[in-house]
């Protein structure tokens, strides 16, 4: 089923912010925290530092309403530059890769494309943009067709 999620991205210490929304809302993580050590390699890039690998690349938190509160670190020894603004994004997860190229095609109309939709390792077809309001948008179908 179609949802809609909002995404905190937070320099290193998305784990804490969890466990304090954790205990606001009195819920528990979705599925258990995703390290950033737990992805395969990218071509290219230098291996990860022991810290680095510890960092959190993926959780979730249901909130109330069936909405979803997920967040990763974004630090800057991975090249993300966090301002505030920038560490918020809504993540749209639509039933069908059509509409997911539909609804990426257009909130990017007029704005900036930072990650092309594609097949990504955890097995999902992902983008993300910049609307023309500056708004933040990540589409994330899980639906091969």
């Given at each position: 089923m179609?949802s809609?999620?909002i ?6 210490n ?10 606001v809302?009195?819920t528990?993580f979705s ?12 071509p290219?890039?230098p291996?990860l530092?022991?810290?680095d ?7 979730a938190?249901?909130l109330?309403g069936g ?7 974004a630090?800057?020894t991975m090249g993300?530059k ?7 994004y809504i ?9 997911a190229?539909?609804l ?29 309001f500056g708004v933040?948008?990540m589409v994330?179908?899980?639906?091969k067709?």
């Amino acid at each position: 089923m179609a949802s809609t999620s909002i995404y905190l991205n937070f320099s290193r210490n998305t784990e804490e912010a969890f466990n304090f929304y954790r205990s606001v809302f009195q819920t528990e993580f979705s599925w258990p925290i995703s390290r950033m050590g737990d992805a395969p390699a990218a071509p290219g890039q230098p291996p990860l530092s022991d810290a680095d690998k510890q960092l959190v690349m993926h959780v979730a938190l249901p909130l109330m309403g069936g909405v979803e509160l997920m967040g990763t670190d974004a630090p800057e020894t991975m090249g993300f530059k966090l301002n505030p603004g920038n560490n918020v994004y809504i993540n749209l997860q639509p039933d069908t890769r059509a509409e997911a190229d539909r609804l990426f095609n257009a909130l990017s109309e007029s704005g900036k494309i930072d990650m092309p939709l594609s097949d990504m390792f955890w097995g999902a077809y992902f983008g993300s943009v910049i609307d023309k309001f500056g708004v933040q948008w990540m589409v994330n179908c899980e639906s091969k067709t």
